[in-house]
């Protein structure tokens, strides 16, 4: 029987590949910018742009990337840079996917298909992995090669073949070898890129577009391109090696107020922003560290990419973004999700197969009745057609006066837009609880405060908080003029402390590794881990607050960039973990974590964890044993 052999390195431990993040700016198109706005992104370098920041017109949010492609690369720069250095890996075994991201008409069929004078990244690939086949064949006669192709969509949440066009929703399995497989899926045989071209074309027409307002065609699919590579050895042992490649453009994002989208093309869109929101949350539980399952199988799109994402192959993801004012929020979002990407490892694997000696008399093995064993003529070994399966300048400040921009940011909407119903439901669940939540304490403060008020009175003012003599404002008084000013009004910006500048290190080490770089003396040590249990055991709202005297330097023991990183990770979480996540972080419990649902709600994201103290009840002491011990306990583990 066949078996499939993992290949590790020279020191026997698996290879890991990260998923590639390049980020591509579509270029400044006028007729796109009808209040003529400017640009609201720029590039900064060869791996770094910034956005205009929304909360504050001065400030800009820097990102940084694997590879930034600005406005003039051409396509060519683009496929060298981001796609070429995949496609040996298909000959020799291995997976890849390139696939495009972003919002609608942001340039994610430009990038991947392109036109007749621009060929996209797909003619590329596919021409240069007939250019390193024939180059092989030439140099190795002991090997030959065999390229298959399949393509199919994914509308409305229906896996649809390109190449044998019918309404036929084709089911999605896994063998048991884990390889994702469509039975029923066209696999067709390819002799040559003009071959593959002859066949691609007429199946790019069949492809799902219609025009919206933001784009006169608009992909309202998925498209997934599979090249199928089968290296078999012609001497004993028969060695085969199986590679493939996936190249995928996927439909845009979108904001349905913007597109004008009505009847099936609403419809449509809760499909794609469905699948789109599914995606983000794999990449987001793949960046968590799997913490639970991985939720492939939400969607159609992630159950076929089960392989390309966290899986085993070497993952480039292009972010396509578009320039003009009016895309702010789906280029923000966009690179918000691209920068979560980053952070993905994956474990590439050869995946090789070796005829065993049963194999001269026995059954042929699935690999080999996929792609053709040596025991039988070529011609009969695959059939054209067959019906196979695949496996698996200068920023413009932003007018606070823009409500739309604005509006849009602070509510929940493209959430609820793209949650499939059980958990928007959920989530509604959990905002009207918030909601409930926070109009109790509301009423509580309004008495408390009628009671220090009247106390105030009779002590002449002496017995004022301490944060207001202080010159700040009670923290839960600014969280009423929070949710006050989001009734009054939602286009004032809040006020901003910092610039935040959420840059993704290219490796984010798990935070388990920082214990190796944190090094206390053992005195110090033992003193740290009884404060440490001492706050991890203290209750949410219960007894004194945990100490932090002689504790104040703490954080500067700790080496500064995994300090950064945790805090990061802190941020995730409170930006993006559910109730059930807020609840495991250190000193949140149930109370707390339903203010922070309901400040999210009113507030949009945190920019940084200092805003937890803005949250009501959540002083600066308790803020800093809040971040000592979430960031000591993460690295005690
Ligand atoms: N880098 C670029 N250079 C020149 N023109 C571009 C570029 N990127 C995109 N365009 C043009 O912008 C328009 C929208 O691009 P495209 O259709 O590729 O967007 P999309 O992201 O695929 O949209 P959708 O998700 O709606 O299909 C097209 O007319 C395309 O030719």
Same mark, same amino acid.
């Given at each position: 029987?066949?078996?499939?052999?993992?290949?590790?390195?020279?020191?026997?431990?698996?290879?890991?590949?990260?998923?590639?993040?390049?980020?591509?700016?579509? +270029?400044?198109?006028?007729?796109?910018?009808?209040?003529?706005?400017?640009?609201?992104?720029?590039?900064?370098?060869?791996?770094?742009?910034?956005?205009?920041?929304?909360?504050?017109?001065?400030?800009?949010?820097?990102?940084?990337?694997?590879?930034?492609?600005?406005?003039?690369?051409?396509?060519?720069?683009?496929?060298?840079?981001?796609?070429?250095?995949?496609?040996?890996?298909?000959?020799?075994?291995?997976?890849?996917?390139?696939?495009?991201?972003?919002?609608?008409?942001?340039?994610?069929?430009?990038? %991947?298909?392109?036109?007749?004078?621009?060929?996209?990244?797909?003619?590329?690939?596919?021409?240069?992995?007939?250019?390193?086949?024939?180059?092989?064949?030439?140099?190795?006669?002991?090997?030959?090669?065999?390229?298959?192709?399949?393509?199919?969509?994914?509308?409305?949440?229906?896996?649809?073949?390109?190449?044998?066009?019918?309404?036929?929703?084709?089911?999605?399995?896994?063998? *048991?070898?884990?390889?994702?497989?469509?039975?029923?899926?066209?696999?067709?045989?390819?002799?040559?890129?003009?071959?593959?071209?002859?066949?691609?074309?007429?199946?790019?027409?069949?492809?799902?577009?219609?025009?919206?307002?933001?784009?006169?065609? !608009?992909?309202?699919?998925?498209?997934?391109?599979?090249?199928?590579?089968?290296?078999?050895?012609?001497?004993?042992?028969?060695?085969?090696?199986?590679?493939?490649?996936? $190249?995928?453009?996927?439909?845009? !994002?979108?904001?349905?107020?913007?597109?004008?989208?009505?009847?099936?093309?609403?419809?449509?869109?809760?499909?794609?922003?469905?699948?789109?929101?599914?995606?983000?949350?794999?990449?987001?539980?793949?960046?968590?560290?799997?913490?639970?399952?991985? +939720?492939?199988?939400?969607?159609?799109?992630?159950?076929?990419?089960?392989?390309?994402?966290?899986?085993?192959?070497?993952?480039? %993801?292009?972010?396509?973004?578009?320039?003009?004012?009016?895309?702010?929020?789906?280029?923000?979002?966009?690179?918000?999700?691209?920068?979560? !990407?980053? &952070?993905?490892?994956?474990?590439?694997?050869?995946?090789?197969?070796?005829?065993? +000696?049963?194999?001269?008399?026995?059954?042929?093995?699935?690999?080999?009745?996929?792609?053709?064993?040596?025991?039988?003529?070529?011609?009969?070994?695959?059939?054209?057609? *067959?019906?196979?399966?695949? +496996?698996?300048?200068?920023? &413009?400040?932003?007018?606070?006066?823009?409500?739309?921009?604005?509006?849009?940011? $602070?509510?929940?909407?493209? %959430?609820?837009?793209?949650?499939?119903?059980?958990?928007?439901?959920?989530?509604?669940?959990?905002?009207?609880?918030?909601?409930?939540?926070?109009? *109790?304490?509301?009423? *509580?403060?309004?008495?408390?405060?009628? /009671?220090?008020? %009247?106390?105030?009175? =009779?002590?002449?003012?002496?017995?004022?908080?301490?944060?207001?003599?202080?010159?700040?404002?009670?923290?839960?008084?600014?969280?009423?003029?929070?949710?006050?000013?989001?009734?009054?009004?939602?286009?004032?910006?809040?006020?901003?402390?910092?610039?935040? #500048?959420?840059?993704?290190?290219?490796?984010?080490?798990?935070?388990?590794?920082?214990?190796?770089?944190?090094?206390?003396?053992?005195?110090? =040590?033992?003193?740290?881990?009884?404060? =440490?249990?001492?706050?991890?055991?203290?209750?949410?709202?219960?007894?004194?607050?945990?100490?932090?005297?002689?504790?104040?330097?703490?954080?500067?023991?700790?080496?500064?960039?995994?300090?950064?990183?945790?805090?990061?990770?802190? =941020?995730?979480? $409170?930006?993006?973990?559910? $109730?059930?996540?807020?609840?495991?972080?250190?000193?949140?419990?149930? /109370?707390?974590?339903?203010? #922070?649902?309901?400040?999210?709600?009113?507030?949009?994201?945190?920019?940084?964890?200092?805003?937890?103290?803005?949250?009501?009840?959540?002083?600066?002491?308790?803020?800093?044993?809040?971040?000592?011990?979430? #960031?000591?306990?993460?690295?005690?583990?």
């Amino acid at each position: 029987m066949a078996q499939r052999v993992a290949v590790n390195d020279v020191n026997g431990s698996k290879r890991t590949s990260r998923v590639r993040v390049a980020v591509r700016l579509r +270029p400044y198109m006028d007729k796109q910018d009808e209040k003529g706005e400017g640009p609201c992104v720029r590039g900064l370098g060869p791996q770094s742009l910034e956005i205009t920041n929304w909360r504050n017109a001065t400030e800009t949010l820097q990102y940084q990337f694997d590879v930034f492609h600005g406005e003039q690369t051409t396509q060519q720069e683009v496929f060298l840079s981001s796609v070429k250095p995949l496609i040996p890996h298909i000959l020799n075994g291995q997976n890849a996917s390139v696939f495009a991201y972003g919002p609608t008409g942001a340039g994610k069929t430009h990038t %991947m298909l392109g036109n007749q004078d621009n060929p996209g990244v797909i003619p590329r690939a596919v021409r240069e992995v007939f250019q390193l086949v024939n180059t092989q064949e030439r140099d190795q006669d002991e090997w030959k090669f065999s390229v298959e192709m399949s393509y199919l969509e994914i509308y409305n949440e229906k896996v649809l073949d390109l190449l044998s066009p019918s309404s036929q929703d084709l089911p999605i399995r896994e063998d *048991k070898d884990r390889n994702i497989v469509i039975p029923g899926l066209t696999l067709t045989r390819l002799s040559s890129f003009s071959d593959f071209h002859t066949h691609f074309v007429p199946a790019s027409l069949n492809r799902t577009t219609a025009s919206t307002k933001l784009n006169q065609r !608009s992909s309202r699919s998925h498209a997934i391109l599979l090249i199928k590579v089968v290296k078999s050895q012609r001497v004993p042992p028969h060695r085969q090696l199986t590679g493939k490649l996936y $190249l995928v453009d996927l439909a845009g !994002s979108e904001d349905n107020r913007r597109t004008g989208n009505q009847g099936i093309r609403l419809k449509e869109s809760g499909a794609i922003n469905l699948s789109l929101f599914t995606l983000s949350k794999v990449v987001d539980s793949l960046n968590a560290g799997t913490v639970g399952r991985v +939720p492939y199988r939400d969607s159609k799109l992630t159950r076929l990419l089960q392989d390309s994402l966290g899986g085993s192959a070497h993952s480039v %993801m292009i972010t396509n973004i578009a320039p003009e004012y009016k895309y702010y929020f789906d280029t923000f979002t966009a690179l918000n999700f691209a920068a979560k !990407s980053k &952070q993905i490892v994956n474990r590439p694997f050869v995946r090789e197969t070796v005829a065993a +000696p049963t194999n001269v008399t026995g059954k042929r093995s699935r690999e080999e009745q996929e792609a053709g064993g040596p025991g039988e003529p070529q011609n009969k070994r695959l059939k054209e057609n *067959k019906k196979g399966e695949i +496996p698996s300048p200068q920023t &413009q400040p932003h007018s606070p006066a823009d409500t739309s921009v604005l509006d849009r940011l $602070l509510a929940l909407e493209k %959430m609820m837009l793209g949650s499939p119903e059980k958990e928007r439901l959920n989530l509604l669940k959990t905002v009207a609880q918030s909601r409930k939540e926070i109009q *109790k304490l509301k009423e *509580k403060q309004k008495e408390l405060e009628e /009671k220090a008020d %009247m106390l105030n009175k =009779l002590t002449g003012g002496q017995d004022k908080p301490k944060d207001e003599k202080d010159g700040g404002a009670p923290l839960f008084r600014s969280d009423l003029n929070l949710l006050n000013r989001k009734q009054s009004t939602a286009a004032k910006p809040r006020k901003q402390q910092a610039v935040v #500048i959420p840059l993704q290190v290219s490796h984010v080490q798990p935070l388990q590794q920082c214990a190796v770089v944190w090094k206390p003396s053992k005195e110090k =040590l033992s003193k740290d881990k009884k404060t =440490l249990q001492e706050v991890i055991k203290g209750k949410e709202n219960s007894g004194p607050e945990p100490s932090c005297d002689g504790e104040l330097n703490w954080e500067s023991r700790l080496d500064s960039s995994l300090l950064e990183q945790s805090k990061k990770k802190i =941020l995730d979480t $409170l930006n993006s973990g559910s $109730l059930k996540e807020l609840k495991s972080l250190q000193l949140i419990g149930d /109370k707390k974590a339903k203010l #922070i649902l309901g400040w999210r709600e009113v507030n949009g994201d945190f920019t940084q964890v200092d805003d937890l103290k803005k949250i009501e009840g959540i002083t600066a002491k308790r803020f800093s044993s809040f971040i000592k011990a979430n #960031i000591l306990s993460a690295m005690g583990k």
